[in-house]
T-cell receptor, first 117, second 111 residues
Framework: NAGVTQTPKFQVLKTGQSMTLQCAQDMNHEYMSWYRQDPGMGLRLIHYSVGAGITDQGEVPNGYNVSRSTTEDFPLRLLSAAPSQTSVYFC????????????????FGPGTRLTVL | RKEVEQDPGPFNVPEGATVAFNCTYSNSASQSFFWYRQDCRKEPKLLMSVYSSGNEDGRFTAQLNRASQYISLLIRDSKLSDSATYLCVVRIYNQGGKLIFGQGTELSVKP
């Protein structure tokens, strides 16, 4: 298994540009999510999905769109990049099975480091 | 108030010390609890799940107190390789199973 993959690893954008961060998993996980991490802020949830065709907002959804057309893929779209979106973005996935069981473990991708000038 | 709050760091300890991290959560519907470790802004990795009865994995012990909405992580006999940021995470199943992270507590173990 490749686990959770993210592309690109690094990206520099100019203000106003749009782009899509890709995330894919090959573990047949129902749950997928996007986080951003800023210094001193921990990981903050942007959007999440509990299955194909189902998405919901997290703590900081403004400026981002998501869709989940397949179980495997969960792309994150920046519609019009702003300097405030400079951050490290992590995608993660897990099963939505047994509460407290081993299937609850969330697996992370390696992250995308985005700079908006 | 943040949904998940951790001790502010950093913690600087000598090798061999015992160190404890504390975490509180505000949502009583939180169902699953975890400690993750993150090195140098790499992706977080699961350290251990936290079960109601408490659990131990080598030098690491996790405790859960649902009544007080409190989670702890104890590291005994600290090693240099334990230096990292430790993240407390709760999963809220009645909100679509979303996970909420604490801000993290940085640990630095010195020789």
């Amino acid at each position: 298994n490749a686990g959770v993959t993210q592309t690109p690893k690094f990206q520099v954008l100019k203000t106003g540009q749009s782009m899509t961060l890709q995330c894919a998993q090959d573990m047949n996980h129902e749950y997928m999510s996007w986080y951003r991490q800023d210094p001193g802020m921990g990981l903050r949830l942007i959007h999440y999905s509990v299955g194909a065709g189902i998405t919901d907002q997290g703590e900081v959804p403004n400026g981002y769109n998501v869709s989940r057309s397949t179980t495997e893929d969960f792309p994150l779209r920046l519609l019009s990049a702003a300097p405030s979106q400079t951050s490290v973005y992590f995608c993660a996935s897990s099963f939505l099975g047994l509460v407290g069981g081993d299937t609850d473990t969330q697996y992370f991708g390696p992250g995308t480091r985005l700079t908006v000038l | 108030r943040k949904e998940v709050e951790q001790d502010p760091g950093p913690f600087n300890v000598p090798e061999g010390a015992t160190v404890a991290f504390n975490c509180t959560y505000s949502n009583s519907a939180s169902q699953s609890f975890f400690w993750y470790r993150q090195d140098c802004r790499k992706e977080p990795k699961l350290l251990m799940s936290v079960y109601s009865s408490g659990n131990e994995d080598g030098r690491f012990t996790a405790q859960l107190n649902r009544a007080s909405q409190y989670i702890s992580l104890l590291i005994r006999d600290s090693k240099l390789s334990d230096s990292a940021t430790y993240l407390c995470v709760v999963r809220i199943y009645n909100q679509g199973g979303k996970l909420i992270f604490g801000q993290g507590t940085e640990l630095s173990v010195k020789p």
